[in-house]
Every structure is written in C-alpha cells, then in structure tokens.
C-alpha cells in the first residue's frame, strides 16, 4: 500500500460517531467491513 492509500485508510478508520447541532449523527464507518471489502478488492492482499 502507498504512503498516500495507508493516510487516506487511516483518516477514514480514525473517525468516531459523533451528535452534533439539533442531533444530527454523523457515524463512523464500520473498520471490519472496510477491511474485508480492501482486501477482496486488492486480491487479498491487503493487512
């Protein structure tokens, strides 16, 4: 993976479920799912 794939996965997974203004919810991306969907993507090459 390239330095600029790993800070983008790794910016994407950092992100938490946060309520913000009139409870509006912005949630964090399921990492497991995400996993399995990079490494079926790139062959299963992925960490």
Same mark, same amino acid.
Request: aromatic residues 0%; proline residues 2%; negative net charge.
């Given at each position: 993976?390239?330095?600029?794939?790993?800070?983008?996965?790794?910016? /994407?997974?950092?992100?938490?479920?946060?309520?913000?203004?009139?409870?509006?919810?912005?949630?964090? /991306?399921?990492?497991?799912?995400?996993?399995?969907? /990079?490494?079926?993507? /790139?062959?299963?090459?992925?960490?």
């Amino acid at each position: 993976m390239e330095a600029t794939e790993k800070a983008v996965v790794n910016s /994407l997974t950092a992100a938490e479920t946060v309520v913000g203004c009139d409870g509006n919810v912005s949630r964090a /991306l399921p990492v497991e799912r995400m996993q399995d969907g /990079l490494r079926q993507g /790139l062959g299963g090459t992925a960490a």
